[in-house]
Nanobody
Framework: QVQLVESGGGLVQAGGSLRLSCTAS????????MGWFRQAPGQEREFVAA????????DYANFVKGRFAISRDNAKNTLYLQMNSLKPEDTAVYYC?????????????????WGQGTQVTVSS
């Protein structure tokens, strides 16, 4: 059974930092592109960041560029999202996802595996 489990969410003040982790089990994702998405209350889930299979290619939504960094450790089958300079508008449930293919994409429907999400709350 394939599972993606996010961790590292929590409550933080504006300007603070959090590091999210997503650990995969049941299958190796070392050849798969992976991504982070988020969903705020009352809003649709949106793309945050993605990384290709090797970690050598990344993509970010404009609203997180320069603040967030996506990375992966294939030896640990783990995906990370370092979030700095957090803003109240970053408050959302953050989901990790994995593709069956190696190239990254922003399109949610092209991700086959999803985690349950971790809550990030940024207070002003």
């Amino acid at each position: 059974q394939v599972q993606l489990v996010e961790s590292g969410g929590g409550l933080v003040q504006a300007g603070g930092s959090l590091r999210l982790s997503c650990t995969a089990s049941g299958r190796t994702f070392s050849s798969s592109a992976m991504g982070w998405f988020r969903q705020a209350p009352g809003q649709e889930r949106e793309f945050v960041a993605a990384v290709n299979w090797s970690g050598g290619d990344t993509d970010y939504a404009n609203f997180v560029k320069g603040r967030f960094a996506i990375s992966r450790d294939n030896a640990k089958n783990t995906l990370y999202l370092q979030m700095n300079s957090l803003k109240p508008e970053d408050t959302a449930v953050y989901y990790c996802a994995a593709r069956r293919f190696s190239t990254l994409t922003r399109t949610q429907s092209q991700y086959s595996y999803w985690g349950q999400g971790t809550q990030v709350t940024v207070s002003s």
